[in-house]
């Protein structure tokens, strides 16, 4: 059978020149057995038993956005690892901050503008936080943990103004047809010609405590800014740039805890007091759960007839290389230099770290312009 597969995957069977009578012969020879290896090569075989698949990347990511979205909110708070890749991620895409500059041909107009950009750029947030470069600071970090951002223009007597708006505002549940060829998908409203003509956002307070339902409110398409990096066309909403490595990354800080508690617990030295001859009815002491737990230099009491012993679970060789893997394959998935996840420059030089950066920064640069 890896006769065949080769062959297929090759090309190899036939030409262009092939007449139709030698390819008549050689299905009827061979037609059963090339058969069977494209149903191997298509996954049909047990060898594709549990692999995922990926439709039409609206619906699919319709269904998992809500679930990705808050497992990636978790892991960029809470790992010490994918925060540090965040961090990086930001930086390397807003640094301190793009500044504009004006292309105008005059060179005191050019002046004028710059110097009110500057003014519009320290109060340009609607709602006070920060500046035009704490705001895309934001943007970036949504962005990437998230997998979309929005802002909305707001007109004032000050000239425009910008708030950004938590993706889940966006009514990601809100899908319907509205009539005349237009429908709303996913918040997201498109008429007739699938166009983007506004969205329905919820009107609910970013800093409320308890969740709360009102209808959400229609906002034209030419007052929201929509940041994300589409996987394909026709896709609506963003996906976390986090999502390749959730499970992993989840798996990971499991494995880090129970080392660090392995560790932890091999380097107490406690003592037990066994009593031999059955005369008090001493026994250890517990917590309100009836468990007991080791202190170091602490002595436990056994009761009588009692014993205790410790599993002895096996370790994996050459730990630090399975866990350095562990972190190349998080990068990978982020798509970042291993050096930036892990911080280790360990027989890092010149060369390599030029070598890693150089086609990061065409990433970076492929998601700026």
């Not at 790992?79 to 041909?105: D, E, R």
């Not at 943990?145 to 910008?162: C, N, R």
Request: glycine content about 12%; charged content about 15%.
């Amino acid at each position: 059978m890896n006769y065949y597969l080769k062959k297929i995957a090759a090309g190899a069977f036939f030409n262009l020149h092939s007449d139709l009578a030698s390819v008549k012969v050689f299905l009827d020879q061979h037609g059963s057995a090339l058969a069977t290896a494209a149903h191997m090569l298509g996954g049909g075989a047990a060898r594709g038993n549990g692999m995922g698949m990926f439709g039409r990347v609206g619906p699919e990511t319709a269904a998992v956005g809500h679930t990705v979205r808050a497992r990636a909110r978790y892991l960029a708070i809470n790992n010490p690892w994918i925060a540090q890749a965040v961090a990086n991620w930001v930086a390397s895409l807003v640094g301190p901050g793009i500044v504009a500059t004006s292309m105008h041909p005059d060179a005191t107009t050019r002046g004028d503008l710059g110097a009110f950009h500057e003014v519009w750029a320290e109060s340009c947030d609607f709602d006070g936080r920060t500046d035009w470069w704490g705001l895309q600071a934001d943007i970036a970090r949504s962005l990437v943990i998230d997998g979309e951002s929005f802002v909305q223009i707001i007109t004032t007597a000050d000239g425009p103004k910008l708030r950004l708006i938590p993706s889940e505002l966006v009514d990601s549940t809100l899908t319907r047809e509205i009539g005349g060829g237009a429908n709303i998908i996913q918040g997201v409203e498109f008429n007739v010609d699938g166009q983007r003509v506004a969205y329905w956002v919820l009107p609910v307070k970013p800093t409320s405590q308890f969740a709360t339902y009102e209808a959400p409110i229609r906002i034209p398409e030419n007052q929201i800014l929509h940041v994300f990096k589409p996987l394909a066309p026709g896709q609506t909403r963003g996906i976390s740039w986090l999502a390749p490595i959730i499970l992993a990354a989840g798996d990971f800080d499991q494995l880090m805890d129970a080392l660090l508690l392995g560790a932890k617990v091999a380097a107490m030295h406690s003592g037990f007091i066994t009593n031999l001859n059955g005369t008090t009815a001493d026994s250890y002491e517990t917590d309100s759960d009836g468990m007991t737990g080791i202190t170091p230099g602490g002595l436990h009491r056994l009761g009588f007839g009692e014993d205790i012993k410790f599993n002895s679970p096996g370790q994996t060789q050459e730990l630090g290389a399975f866990i350095r893997l562990q972190l190349q394959q998080l990068a990978a998935g982020l798509g970042l230099p291993e050096h930036l996840l892990s911080g280790d420059l360990t027989g890092a030089n010149y060369s390599s770290l030029r070598a890693g950066l150089l086609p990061f920064r065409q990433r970076v640069e492929q998601i700026q312009f």
